[in-house]
C-alpha cells in the first residue's frame, strides 16, 4: 500500500504521468536542493508527494504566522517507528519527516505574491501551486548519529527549494477576511535555531520531533481513498508497531473545537506551542514553569506562581497566571507580545496569533481562586 499516495485526485493525474526517482535517504551530508531527496516535488503546477511519503496533521498544531503547514513521514521499506504513549515515537534510522510551509494566497493575489490570506480553511492536497505562496520545507531526517535539521527555502518560481543554512526572511503581508491588512517577516531558523525548539531534553541534547507524539496524531485524516484515523493507518501501512488499541492512546483536544472544554483545548494549545521547552527536562526548565500536557498542579502551570527569570518580560505582573485576570497574568502578556526578550515563544514567529491570545485568556478568566499577596515573595 506505500504507492497509494503516488496518485491522488483528479488534479494530480497529469503529475502521475512520470514517476519520480525513488525517495534518497541521506545517510550523511547536507543535499542542496530539496529535490534530491524526492519526497515533496513542484511538477505541472502541484505539490505533490512521492511513494510512501505519507501526510499526517495534528489535533493542535504550533502557531507559525499563520502558516499552513504540509507535514509528511516516510521509512525505509520494512522499518516501522515504535509507539511511544507520551514522547515522540522511535523512529529507526533513515526515517525523514518533512515540514512544508505555505499560506493561501489572498483574494486578487498571483503566484508568489506577497500578500497571504490569514484563514484556517484548509486547502486540500493536492495542493495547486496557482492558488498558494510556498515559503520553505524544513526536513528532519534521523541518521546513525540521531536527527539533523536542515531548511530548505522555496524560489519564486515554486519549482524547486534550496538549502538555506544560514536561514532566510520574507517581507509578506496577512490579509484578514475583512479585508485588513498586516505587513509582518517570514523567518525562515538556521540550523541552530532548528535545534533550539527540538531540542527537548537538555540532558542529552538531542534532536526530536515536536508533533510526532500519539497525543497529537490520534485523529482521523482525510487520505485519498478514505477517511481514517492516522494511528491506525499508520500500523496498517507498517509505519508503526506497538499502539495499544485506539481507546488507550492518549488525545489532546483540538484547540479550535468549541464542543470541547476550555481547559482541555488551553492545555492542548499550550503543550504544543510552549511544552517542548517548558518541562522538566526541556530548555526552559529553570523557569519552574511546566506547560506541557503532564504539568501537575497549578503551581507548575503557573497559577499564583512569581516568575523565575522573566526580567522585562513580565510587564510588570506578579504571577504566571492570576485567576480570573487574564490582563494580569505575565503568560498571556508575552504571547501577546512581538518585542525581542518579550515575546514567548522566543522563536517561531513575527505576529501575534490573536486567536490562540484569545483561547489563553477565557481560559484564565474561567479559573477560580486568588492570588494571596504574601506569594509574590514566593511563600
Not at 209 to 234: C, F, M, V
Not at 272 to 281: E, Q
Request: proline content about 7%.
Amino acid at each position: 500500500m506505500r504507492g497509494f499516495w503516488a496518485c491522488v485526485g483528479a488534479l494530480a493525474l497529469a503529475a502521475c504521468a512520470r514517476q519520480p526517482a525513488a525517495v534518497h535517504f541521506f545517510a550523511a551530508g547536507r543535499p542542496p536542493k530539496l529535490s534530491d531527496w524526492h519526497l515533496v516535488y513542484a511538477e505541472r503546477g502541484v505539490l505533490s508527494l512521492n511513494s510512501g511519503v505519507l501526510p499526517y496533521d495534528l489535533n493542535t498544531p504550533l502557531f507559525s504566522d499563520y502558516a499552513h503547514k504540509l507535514r509528511t513521514v516516510w521509512m525505509p521499506r520494512g522499518m516501522s517507528a515504535k509507539y511511544d504513549p507520551n514522547g515522540s515515537f522511535d523512529f529507526p534510522v533513515g526515517t525523514i519527516i518533512t515540514k512544508t510551509f505555505y499560506y493561501p494566497l489572498a483574494k486578487g493575489g498571483g503566484r508568489n505574491s506577497a500578500s497571504v490570506a490569514r484563514t484556517y480553511e484548509q486547502v486540500r492536497f493536492p495542493i495547486v501551486l496557482d492558488q498558494v505562496r510556498l515559503v520553505e520545507t524544513r526536513v528532519l531526517v534521523r541518521r546513525e548519529s540521531g536527527w539533523q535539521a536542515l531548511p530548505y527555502v522555496w524560489n519564486a518560481a515554486q519549482t524547486e527549494a534550496e538549502l538555506a543554512r544560514t536561514g532566510d526572511a520574507k517581507s509578506l503581508e496577512l490579509v484578514a477576511a475583512d479585508g485588513a491588512k498586516e505587513p509582518f517577516t517570514y523567518v525562515v531558523p538556521n540550523e541552530n535555531q532548528c535545534a533550539g525548539c527540538h531540542v527537548q531534553d537538555v540532558g542529552t541534547k538531542q534532536i526530536t520531533p515536536i508533533g510526532t507524539k500519539a497525543r497529537h496524531l490520534n485523529r482521523d485524516y482525510a487520505y485519498a481513498q478514505l477517511s481514517e484515523n492516522q494511528l491506525i493507518h499508520w500500523a496498517k501501512l507498517g509505519y508503526l508497531v506497538g499502539a495499544p488499541e485506539s481507546a488507550q492512546i492518549p488525545k489532546n483536544a483540538d484547540w479550535r473545537a468549541d464542543k470541547q472544554s476550555i481547559d482541555s483545548r488551553a492545555r492542548a494549545y499550550l503543550d504544543i506551542n510552549c511544552g517542548h521547552c517548558h518541562n522538566p527536562k526541556g530548555p526552559a526548565n529553570t523557569t519552574a514553569l511546566d506547560l506541557s500536557i503532564f504539568a501537575d498542579g497549578d503551581r507548575y502551570l503557573g497559577v499564583c506562581k512569581p516568575p523565575v527569570a522573566a526580567g522585562r518580560g513580565t510587564g510588570d505582573h506578579f504571577f504566571d497566571i492570576v485567576p480570573g485576570r487574564p490582563r494580569d497574568s505575565i503568560l498571556p502578556y508575552r504571547m501577546q507580545s512581538n518585542e525581542p526578550g518579550v515575546m514567548m515563544p522566543e522563536q517561531g514567529r513575527t505576529t501575534t496569533h490573536l486567536e490562540g491570545v484569545s483561547l489563553i485568556e477565557q481560559w484564565i478568566g474561567a479559573m477560580p481562586g486568588i492570588c494571596r499577596p504574601e506569594t509574590q515573595n514566593g511563600a
